[in-house]
Nanobody, 121 residues
């Protein structure tokens, strides 16, 4: 069993900051991709940022320069530092990972349950 548990969401004023964390637990051999997606009310889930095992990163255009993704491989944790938040960033943020549970298994995608970020004055 693999679990992804997010934390750090909440209510923040426009212009404020939040830091999301996602910790992976269970029988994990390796994690290739860690990332964050978000889904606003009435909209489709969209990629926010992702990072791979060698530290390369990919950001959605709407967060470039404001959000930073990082990972701690020793802790099986991925972070999303969010700055200059605006009301359009309000959404449920989901952690996502592509991981292998054994040396012989293929990579499989897993999702966390999400954490709500609300940007409002």
């Amino acid at each position: 069993q693999v679990q992804l548990v997010e934390s750090g969401g909440g209510l923040v004023q426009p212009g404020g900051s939040l830091r999301l964390s996602c910790t992976f637990s269970g029988h994990i051999f390796s994690i290739s991709i860690m990332g964050w997606y978000r889904q606003a009310p009435g909209k489709q889930r969209e990629l926010v940022a992702e990072t791979n095992s060698v530290g390369s990163t990919n950001y959605a255009d709407f967060v470039k320069g404001r959000f930073t993704i990082s990972r701690d491989n020793a802790k099986n944790t991925v972070y999303l530092e969010m700055n200059s938040l605006n009301p359009e960033d309000t959404a449920v943020y989901y952690c996502h990972a592509v991981l292998r549970r054994s040396e012989r298994s293929a990579g499989v995608g897993y999702w966390g349950k999400g954490t709500l970020v609300t940007v409002s004055s």
